[in-house]
């Protein structure tokens, strides 16, 4: 499989800007490059508006509001299916953040309420990365001061090393891997690579230096971030936050779940958004992955 690169040169602009068929307007009349983001985002046709899938979606109550979370089968299958079925078990009912670390993250699952506790069911073997040949849906946008490569896949931000790696390495292999940026959802584990269970943690901060390749990151917070950030700082808080319930999406009564579409990050349409927002300058450099921020409607409705 190959992977895709996004080049946003200044001229690759002006080709899209004359061919706005997607956003219905034509460059003589509302030229891409004037557009804002806000506007972009409203013009998207519908063929750009991803849905995704309740079996894969959980939503978690918290106090300050719901967080929408995609899990992201298609990277760490056995993290997923662990956290399907303490969610489906009633697992996380109750639990608190036992841990929250101001700029940094919220690490949340332990029974005990101490970091050492877990779950009843088998420890996880590691899926911190893999390599580029496993998937053709990242798409590349650049680099930044961190990873030659970075993009996204499906909405979540990945990096990857350099493909030219390949003929050089014995084991042929080109890590790709999912960035700790904040609403990141990832797994905590002790000392050992397979031991991740039940805890897991999610970012409020860029961790990238310190977590990514080193933790499974497990899925992505596509609604309800505000609120994950009211979540109370301490190792422990005074008073942690409690996880009112957490259920899969797919189990809720379809009057109250939410339909949930993200911007496809594949489509000219994003790649419009981001070279508006400033996001990616002529030379391909990305300026801060972690501050894109993923278009997305809730029920027909654009989140602001």
Known sequence: ????????????????????????????????????????????????????DPENTIYMDLPAGLVIIELRADFAPG????IKTLVRDGFYNGLSFHRVIEGFMAQGGDPAGTGAGGSELPDLIAEFSRDTSDTDEFVEIGRDRVAPRVGFINGMPFGAQPEELRAFKAD?????????????????????????????????????????????????????????????????????TPIMRVRVAADVPDADRREVEVMRTNSET??????????????GFVKDICEIKIPARINGEIER
């Not at 899209?16 to 046709?45: F, R």
């Not at 993290?79 to 662990?82: M, N, R």
């Open 270 to 283: 994003f790649m419009r958004y981001i070279k508006a927002r400033g996001d990616v300058d002529d030379t």
């Open 79 to 82: 993290h997923v299916k662990q």
């Open 172 to 240: 042929r292999h080109v890590d790709l891997w999912p960035l700790h940026c904040p609403g990141t959802m990832s797994m905590a584990r002790t000392g050992d690579p397979n031991s991740a269970n039940s805890q897991f943690f999610l970012m409020i901060g860029d961790a990238r230096l310190n977590l990514d390749r080193r933790y499974t990151a497990w899925g992505w917070i596509v609604d309800g971030f505000e609120a994950s950030r009211r979540i109370a700082r301490g190792e422990p808080p005074t008073r942690p």
């Open 1 to 52: 499989m190959s992977i895709r690169r996004v080049v946003l040169s200044a001229c690759s602009v002006m080709i899209l800007a004359a061919g706005m068929a997607t956003t219905g307007a034509s460059a003589k009349d509302e030229p891409a490059e004037t557009l804002t983001p806000a506007q972009i985002i409203e013009a998207a046709p519908e063929t750009v508006w991803r849905k995704i």
